[in-house]
Every structure is written in C-alpha cells, then in structure tokens.
C-alpha cells in the first residue's frame, strides 16, 4: 500500500461504514481519486473496487481525474443567469480549450459549475482559486484567469 494512502486511511481501520469520510480525506491528500486510490479503499474496506466507484460517483464533490493547480468555478444561480453568466461560460471554454468538469491539459486550470455562491448581488460571479470576481463581463473572466498564466 502506498505510504501515504496508509497514513490517510490509519484512523479508519476497523470503521467499515467509512467510505465516504475516507474518499473526502484521500481526495483531500491527493486532490482527487486514482484508481489505484480506490482499488486500495476497497481491499481496505473489504468491499469491491465496483462499490467504491459506485459511491464515489453518485456524489459530485469527487474526482478521478489529476485537477489544475487553478480551479476557476462559474456560479449558475438564477441572479447570475439572469445576468448573462451562460456567454461568461463559453469564454471559458473557449479560452481555455475545455468544457466545465475538465481540466486544462497542462493542468493549469480546471473549470468548474457551482449552482449558487450566495453573492447575488455582485453577480455575475466567477472564483478563481480563492478569489471572486464579481460584476463579470465574458473579457473580465479572461482578464482574471490571465493573471494566473
């Protein structure tokens, strides 16, 4: 077993009805979940590698794949909808030379839907790593993910 999946899944031994928590801590050490992550989960669990997949795939907040070392998240609430978030979205795309759930592949960015922010009054709203950017025009959104390049 790799040494660093070891030390992740150390506080669960003996826990069967951990899968969830032990996919979000592998997530959070390796930023997503390979394969071989969850072949090791379920030989740890004692469950099939099926049954793993199958719970991580049922909730959106895990990945299989390696993310960008910038994550750039498009909010889709009504407010921002409403205020022309769909055109923000295919600058993007277009920008970047992907669709939202993937990762650029130099994996410099990935680009991400989030159904609200909570900032409806500065909307549209675009978040990049940590930072929002509000009141976003579709060259706003390239100006701001150009700063990271």
């Known amino acids: 077993m790799n040494e660093e999946l070891a030390e992740v899944l150390a506080p669960y031994r003996g826990r069967r009805g951990s899968l969830i ?3 979000q801590a592998v997530q959070a050490k390796l930023g997503y979940l390979p394969e071989e992550a969850v072949a090791e989960i379920a030989q740890f669990l004692a469950i ?3 049954e793993v997949f199958g719970v991580a ?15 750039v998240k498009v909010c889709l609430g009504t407010s921002c909808y409403v205020r022309g978030v769909s ?7 277009q920008t970047l030379g992907i669709e939202a ?16 922010f909570g900032c409806c009054a500065l909307s549209p709203i675009i978040v990049v790593d940590d930072t ?13 993910i150009s700063s990271y390049e």
């Not at 795939?57 to 994550?71: A, E, I, L, N, V």
Request: hydrophobic content about 30%.
């Open 48 to 50: 099939s590698k099926s």
């Open 21 to 23: 928590p032990i996919l």
């Open 87 to 93: 055109q923000i979205m295919s600058a993007l795309e």
């Open 57 to 71: 795939t049922f909730y959106s907040q895990f990945r299989f794949t390696k993310p960008g070392r910038h994550t």
């Open 132 to 144: 929002v950017c509000s009141r976003v025009t579709p060259e706003k959104a390239k100006q701001a």
């Open 101 to 116: 759930g993937q990762t650029t592949p130099d994996l410099k960015f990935n680009l991400e839907r989030v159904a609200c």
